[in-house]
């Protein structure tokens, strides 16, 4: 069957946290609090780790009802099997040393989390969701998307920002590379 990939909208906001909060994150378990609100903060490293999985969880809910939190949820038979957090660039503060150079003066949209259920990894789920995403930029208006894979050997756990071959299959060209870090960009008009 098909995916179905939905935006993430208030009435969707308890499916969200629902799977967020029953994926085994065991290799990672500091993702496990985390509800996709790292980048969404300025809080330092320190005072981050101190947050709790209820105190991320409810600013996810509020942030949802806000319109603040956006992305899109991947569902297989009914079932939400994947996560990503979509979102115009300027709702991560946490990206700015990044992106405030490449992106003033234009209207740019991120992906930078793909959390994809273990028993559908490698099956294009990510692929799916990053296409539908680049449709609703595009739709949206957004002059370009701004994407910030990592990739290294022994960084497979890092691959939740999606791998560098899928944004250049979807058309990214890469504008910089940081160490590990390889700032992408796709030109939406």
Same mark, same amino acid.
């Given at each position: 069957?098909p995916?179905?990939?939905?935006p993430?909208?208030?009435? !969707?906001? +308890?499916?969200? *946290?629902?799977?967020?909060?029953?994926?085994?994150?065991?290799?990672?378990?500091h993702?496990?609090s &985390?509800? &996709?609100r790292?980048?969404h903060?300025? *809080?330092?490293?320190?005072?981050? %780790?101190?947050?709790?999985? $209820?105190?991320?969880?409810?600013?996810?809910?509020?942030?949802?009802a806000?319109?603040? %939190?956006?992305?899109?949820?991947?569902?297989?038979? #009914? $079932?939400?099997?994947?996560? *990503?957090?979509a979102?115009d660039? +300027?709702? /991560?503060?946490?990206?700015? =040393?990044?992106?405030? =150079?490449?992106?003033? @003066?234009?209207?740019? #949209? *991120?992906?930078? &989390?793909f959390v994809?259920?273990?028993?559908?990894? @490698?099956?294009?789920?990510?692929?799916? %969701?990053?296409?539908?995403?680049?449709a609703?930029?595009?739709?949206? @208006?957004?002059d370009?998307?701004?994407? !910030?894979?990592?990739?290294?050997?022994?960084? =497979?756990q890092?691959? /939740?920002?999606?791998?560098?071959h899928?944004? +250049?299959?979807?058309?990214?060209?890469?504008?910089?590379?940081?160490?590990?870090?390889?700032?992408?960009?796709?030109? !939406?008009?």
């Amino acid at each position: 069957m098909p995916l179905e990939i939905k935006p993430l909208t208030p009435a !969707l906001a +308890e499916t969200f *946290c629902d799977y967020l909060t029953h994926l085994d994150f065991t290799p990672t378990p500091h993702w496990a609090s &985390c509800f &996709c609100r790292f980048y969404h903060t300025t *809080c330092s490293q320190m005072e981050w %780790m101190r947050r709790t999985a $209820e105190r991320n969880r409810a600013e996810a809910l509020d942030e949802i009802a806000s319109g603040n %939190m956006k992305g899109f949820l991947a569902f297989e038979n #009914g $079932e939400c099997v994947g996560w *990503c957090n979509a979102n115009d660039v +300027e709702q /991560y503060p946490r990206l700015t =040393e990044y992106t405030e =150079e490449l992106c003033r @003066g234009k209207r740019v #949209g *991120c992906t930078i &989390c793909f959390v994809i259920h273990p028993d559908h990894r @490698g099956k294009g789920v990510a692929r799916e %969701m990053l296409a539908y995403a680049i449709a609703d930029f595009r739709t949206a @208006g957004y002059d370009a998307m701004l994407a !910030l894979p990592v990739e290294a050997p022994g960084a =497979e756990q890092r691959r /939740y920002r999606g791998t560098l071959h899928m944004f +250049e299959q979807a058309g990214f060209k890469e504008v910089q590379t940081i160490d590990q870090l390889h700032v992408m960009w796709l030109d !939406l008009h």
